[in-house]
């Protein structure tokens, strides 16, 4: 029996192994052998803005709003994508619609961070985002002509 434990153990760290060289993947699991439980931790991997500097969210952020509806089988989920806004090095941003949204704000303008929010100037317009972690931003939806959702999700893409 003890040998039998001991051999489950060897196996789950060596199966354990491979996905902790993968990095943070924001939840991780462990076993207790002499109650027979398992129980879940979430670890949130929060970004010190303060310390990253601006070109640190430098690139293009996909933005998207949860939709729901109902179909035949019930209530049913997901996300549209809506807009593209591109953080350039430079300092300079752009927004993008995604297809079939071409009537969303297509400008351009300066991007500037400050703490944990980057702060949009694009034709005039002041547009904030809030940074959530290192890789997804959120935004009211109006600032970017989008009306009937709570939030605007931003993933970098």
Known sequence: MIKQKALVL??????AMPLAACGN???STTTDTKSETTTTQSS???SDSKTKDASYYA???????ETTGQTVYGTAGGTEQMLDVFLNED???ETKPCKNHEDL???TG???LDGDTVNLELDGKSITMKIENDNAMS????QFGIDGFDSIEFALY
């Open 110 to 112: 300066t991007w500037t």
């Open 44 to 46: 949130s991997s929060s």
């Open 10 to 15: 060897a196996v789950a760290a060596a199966l």
């Open 139 to 142: 935004a009211d939806p109006t």
């Open 91 to 93: 300092g300079t941003a």
């Open 25 to 27: 993947s924001g939840t």
């Open 59 to 65: 690139g293009q952020w996909r933005g998207s709003v």
């Open 105 to 107: 704000l297509t400008a």
